[in-house]
């Protein structure tokens, strides 16, 4: 079978499949088939997948829907470390060092999920040493990005922090249309929670935006209206990560 005639699933196409480049014939049939035996998971919106503290079983593979992974301070309090979307690993680091889950994880939307058992999967692995380079330098890239993510926290306003996330959710999982808009689903709760802002502080920062015919707010719903406007608010970072995760 040659490697075009290979029948991935579309969201390894969309995400994980950049780890798998380069792999021979057979590392790519042992992929699909280990992805197309692995059970499909539901979860429905605020549905945890995993909880801090668990042992790592698996890791797993988006294939609809938006999951969140989270972290809570000594005092209970909440923070997003990451949004990832559809064809991206979700715990993968987790399956290194002690096995266990250092976060949580929710489903933002109505997500399916697929877990790829932990044995199998560090027997791919070992098996293609290529593979585990490209794991290696996409955590690494991870870490830099929440080195830039603590700069943003440490030295901009809430406006440029707002914008800043509103321009990435929207790149990776926003809608486009012809006009130049985004639409983008963005509970005001997680915009806070990502930005390292009150509720308070990110509500006012949204109206700021609508009032000046930046954006429109519906609800749950967010549509970017004049992206160019937020792109003056921030300088870009040097770090930039798989697109479907932010």
């Keep these: 079978m040659a490697e075009n005639e290979l029948h991935f699933c579309p969201v390894c196409e969309q995400g994980c499949s950049h780890l798998l480049a380069g792999l021979s014939r057979e590392g790519l049939q042992e992929w699909e088939e280990i992805v197309h035996s692995s059970r499909p998971l539901p979860y429905a919106k605020g549905e945890t997948i995993y909880h801090d503290g668990m042992p790592a079983m698996g890791v797993y593979i988006v294939c609809t829907g938006i999951v969140k992974v989270m972290k809570r ?6 923070q997003i470390l990451k ?32 877990m790829i058992e932990r044995r199998r999967f560090l027997g791919f692995l070992a098996r293609y040493q290529q593979f ?17 993510r603590l700069l943003e926290a440490s030295y901009e306003s809430c406006k440029e922090k ?8 929207a790149h990776s999982y926003g809608q486009h249309d012809l006009a130049g808009r985004w639409q983008l689903e963005m509970p005001r709760a997680d915009l806070a929670q990502m930005t390292g802002i009150s509720l308070e502080t990110a509500i006012r ?6 009032e000046r015919g930046w954006l429109r707010l519906d609800s749950h719903r967010i549509t970017i209206l004049r992206p160019e406007e937020l792109e003056k608010l921030v300088e870009p970072f040097e770090t930039q990560v798989q697109e479907n995760v932010v």
């Design 132 to 148: 585990g380079l490209r794991l290696t330098a996409k955590l690494a890239l991870e870490v830099q990005a929440f080195q830039d």
């Design 205 to 210: 920062t949204l109206s700021r935006f609508q």
């Design 73 to 78: 301070n000594t005092g209970g309090k909440s």
């Design 162 to 169: 707002v914008a800043r996330l509103l321009l990435r959710v």
């Design 83 to 114: 949004l990832v979307g559809p064809g991206e690993f979700l715990g993968e680091e987790s399956l290194f060092g002690e096995g266990i889950y250092r976060s949580y994880s929710q489903a933002l939307l109505p997500t399916q999920v697929k």
